[in-house]
């Protein structure tokens, strides 16, 4: 498969699912969370390392970065500025880029829900950032306790956000797909009467 066909596959299934069938890795910490609810996203990482309070790195990151990415951005470290505003999802939305994971802020929250596209982050915060740094694109990266490489496919939904070494991806699709198999299996006995404690094997209580 084509990269862009792994990404859109992955993308199939749910952030759980494809964590259980990496054999319960990859998964972003839990204050990386979305920004605008009830929009999933799965694309290929375009990776941007931003020189602490200064987002000159992201603004390459927009005009440089191709149709079907996401942009996951390593905000340097701080807390406070926002790194991503309405504009950049403006930008992303009529460029093609998936959307936006990063360990920063963001800000301009109204405007990213209007704007639509995917944002995930550690916080939303009003600071503005300085345009003096270029920073780093395309190098490999850590955001939410997950190292993520340029090429690697992250996949994001209302759990929160997963990544998938690019050399893994097309095994990954095969083995998501017995994982969501068993799971809806599992659903199909419960709705038959069966007790949970049973189907996964837990022993009778004595």
């Known amino acids: 498969m084509t990269p862009q066909k792994i990404a859109e596959t992955l993308g199939r299934f749910p952030t759980a699912t494809i964590y259980e069938a ?3 890795c990859g998964d972003m910490s ?3 969370r ?8 799965s694309g290929i990482a375009y ?3 931003t020189f602490p309070s200064d987002t000159t ?3 390459r990151a927009l005009d440089d970065a191709p149709a079907g990415v996401v942009l996951v951005i390593d905000a340097g470290g701080t807390d406070r500025a926002a790194v991503w505003g309405g504009t950049s999802s403006l930008v992303c939305k009529m460029r093609g880029i998936v959307g936006c994971v990063t360990n920063g802020c963001v800000r ?3 405007d990213l829900l209007k704007v639509g596209v995917s944002v995930y982050a550690a916080g939303i ?3 503005g950032t300085l345009k003096n740094h270029e920073g780093w694109h395309s190098i490999p990266i850590s955001v939410g306790g997950v190292a993520v490489a340029p090429g690697d496919y992250v996949v994001g939904d209302g759990d929160g956000v997963v990544v998938v070494q690019a050399a ?3 095994a990954m699709c095969e083995r998501a797909q017995e994982q969501r198999d068993k799971e809806e299996a599992r659903d199909a006995r419960v709705r038959n009467g069966e007790s949970l404690a049973s189907i996964i094997g837990l022993a009778p209580v004595e």
């Open 168 to 170: 893994d991806g097309e």
């Open 57 to 59: 790195a992201v603004i």
């Open 125 to 127: 915060a009003p600071r």
């Open 108 to 110: 301009d929250t109204d």
């Open 34 to 41: 979305p920004v605008v609810p009830g929009v999933s996203f």
């Open 30 to 32: 839990a204050d990386i």
């Open 47 to 49: 990776t941007v390392r």
């Open 22 to 24: 990496a054999g319960k």
